[in-house]
């Protein structure tokens, strides 16, 4: 994938500036929301879809379209289809993701699902079918409410900037980054760059008396 450069600073700065920064999750609250996931094979799965998303950046569409085929662990990568823009793709995983993958693939296996089936499939009723992406959102809204209060956002989508975020917290370029969540220009994932500038900022001036 060929990354455009960004805007020139000045223009590029305005924009950041005027817009509203949005949140993230801390590790903290993404590890609440794995434990309020419940148990048994639905608990599972909610565990490992918030898991691809948090871990390797992936949309919520992506993330349910995914097949068992799609998942590459001799070389670590996940075949994205149907990306932004109807194309397909593939990115990287950690091994840190195993756990959750396996977890999930233990229940799914327990089921004779029709070969065509996605990933992450419903085991029960309509079973093999896809999830529909509006559960995933009043799932995660439900127990973000639960969690964090009434207030607090909680969706997919911030899952997939934690885990931009996360990666420039870890020193990862933009560029770099930008790459590993499939932008076409580096514009958009400056604005993660903004978040974790000033997550960053806050944590120094905690200490600075």
Same mark, same amino acid.
């Given at each position: 994938m060929i990354i455009k450069p960004p805007l020139k600073w000045g223009r590029h700065q305005k924009l950041i500036t005027m817009s509203k920064i949005k949140k993230v999750f801390t590790d903290e609250q993404v590890e609440q929301l794995m434990q309020a996931s419940g148990g048994g094979a639905l608990g599972a799965r909610f565990r490992c $879809? $918030?898991?691809?998303?948090w871990m390797c950046g992936l949309r919520i569409g992506e993330a349910l379209d995914l097949k068992p085929s799609d998942i590459d662990w001799s070389e670590? /990568? $996940?075949r994205i289809r149907n990306g932004k823009g109807g194309n397909d793709?593939?990115?990287?995983?950690?091994n840190a993701f195993r756990p959750y993958y396996d977890g999930w693939m233990a229940h799914r296996k327990k089921v004779d699902l029709p070969k065509a089936s996605p990933l992450f499939c419903v085991l029960s009723k309509s079973v093999g079918k896809? $999830?529909?992406?509006?559960y995933i959102w009043n799932r995660m809204k439900q127990l973000g409410k639960k969690l964090f209060g009434e207030d607090e956002p909680c969706h997919p989508h911030m899952?997939?900037?934690t885990c931009a975020t996360?990666?420039?917290? /870890?020193g990862y370029d933009l560029i770099d980054?930008?790459?590993?969540?499939?932008h076409k220009t580096t514009a958009s994932t400056h604005h993660y760059l903004v978040i974790a500038n000033k997550e960053d900022l806050a944590k120094k001036a905690a200490d600075d008396w």
């Open positions: $879809i $918030i898991a691809v998303m670590n /990568k $996940i793709d593939w990115t990287v995983m950690p896809r $999830i529909y992406p509006q899952l997939r900037r996360r990666r420039l917290h /870890k980054v930008a790459s590993f969540l499939r």
